[in-house]
């Protein structure tokens, strides 16, 4: 059995793909067979698959043909993969319980800092696809978390995304309990439910060095590279905590299922650094790899299968070290929630200019 099955056979870590959905041809099912088991994607993988091939030009030339706005259009591509995607990984969400076989799709990226408008996005999509097996994926501002409460409390499957910080996560955690809880208490049955919460590692490390190099003397220099797997290991305890207790006993006895948490942005930026760094190092039960083509090459190859995520003491430790240098952990987190909202947009936007620049083009033929 290769290295990316046995992370679910033997560590109870589930590995998704991080792609465009669109693989087609069978590439998508052959991963599946090799181990994968869901697909997540964003704005920014959707604007590289879009601008960077001709795969879409026929759909998309027959949408805007009929009449499509160029914005209307895009949503159908980005519908019609996550459909395929879903179709592909439904046996897996069946026979998983649905804990396992979804594929998500994201609220468009201007909305990340208006509640109502998100939860009106989020149920547009559900109700657009209406697949059991597909979340909608929600950023962890401010503003978006009372539209996770809501969106849970409705029943909805919810990916959070762009988690960076701990007291973020457990605001998260924390919305999705109190939602879980209101459908309950309305007759919903929470055994229905599913929810992931995706915890960003790589791009943490990144955000983090170069604070650390901005210092520049030995004492911060030595604690490069490994602030961002500490607080992941910190964020599994918040995990284990929360879904323990009188509380959560209660909404369990309903069926209710633990939002597992998802580790997001696992290629490693800095070459430096191991190239399946961020797959060893966050290997754990009940918890979600998700991995771009490129590092599940690298993880099938030379990857490492052992258990450790239960460090929770060392990773406190290391993060007094940091504070004691002066690298302020809820600011790396601020900066990199602004930063990721602002990356999704531009991809956005760039993806919409693309399409208008082949709209011209076919026009042209």
């Not at 698959?49 to 001709?54: F, T, V, Y």
């Not at 069946?94 to 979804?102: A, F, K, L, Q, R």
């Not at 939860?119 to 979340?135: K, Q, T």
């Not at 490129?294 to 239960?310: P, S």
Request: one cysteine or more.
């Amino acid at each position: 059995m290769n290295r990316l099955a046995r992370l679910c056979t033997e560590q109870g870590q589930s590995p998704w793909l991080d792609t465009r959905p669109y693989l087609r041809d069978g590439v998508l099912e052959a991963m599946v067979a090799d181990g994968i088991r869901g697909v997540t994607a964003n704005p920014t993988i959707f604007a590289r698959a879009i601008e960077a091939s001709n795969a879409y030009d026929d759909q998309f030339a027959t949408l805007t043909s009929a009449g499509s706005t160029v914005e209307d259009a895009y949503w159908d591509l980005v519908v019609c993969d996550v459909l395929h995607a879903a179709t592909v990984l439904r046996p897996i969400y069946d026979d998983s319980g649905g804990t396992d076989g979804n594929v998500s799709i994201e609220v468009a990226p201007e909305l990340a800092y208006d509640t109502d408008a998100t939860i009106a996005a989020a149920r547009r999509l559900h109700e657009r696809i209406a697949r059991p097996n597909v979340f909608v994926k929600i950023p962890a501002t401010t503003e978006g978390i009372p539209a996770i409460t809501a969106m849970i409390a409705e029943g909805v499957g919810i990916n959070i995304t762009l988690i960076f910080s701990l007291p973020r996560y457990q605001q998260v955690i924390e919305a999705y309990l109190q939602g879980l809880e209101t459908f309950t208490a309305h007759g919903g049955a929470p055994a229905h439910v599913h929810s992931v919460a995706s915890f960003f590692v790589s791009r943490v490390d990144t955000e983090v060095d170069h604070r650390l190099e901005h210092l520049g003397t030995a004492d911060p220099l030595a604690l490069r590279g490994r602030a961002a797997i500490a607080q992941a290991q910190l964020a599994y305890q918040i995990f284990r905590d929360s879904f323990t207790g009188p509380r959560w006993d209660n909404l369990a006895a309903h069926g209710a299922h633990p939002q597992k948490p998802l580790w997001a942005s696992t290629s490693t930026k800095n070459p430096a650094y191991p190239d399946t760094k961020y797959v060893d190092g966050l290997i754990g039960p009940d918890t979600i790899n998700t991995l771009t083509e490129t590092t599940i090459a690298a993880f099938q190859d030379h990857g490492t299968l052992t258990r450790n995520l239960d460090t929770a003491a060392a990773a406190a430790t290391l993060m007094r070290e940091l504070a004691a240098v002066g690298v302020d952990m809820d600011d790396v987190g601020h900066t990199l929630e602004a930063e990721g909202v602002a990356s999704f947009h531009t991809s956005f936007a760039d993806v919409l200019t693309a399409l208008h620049t082949k709209t011209r083009q076919l026009e042209r033929r």
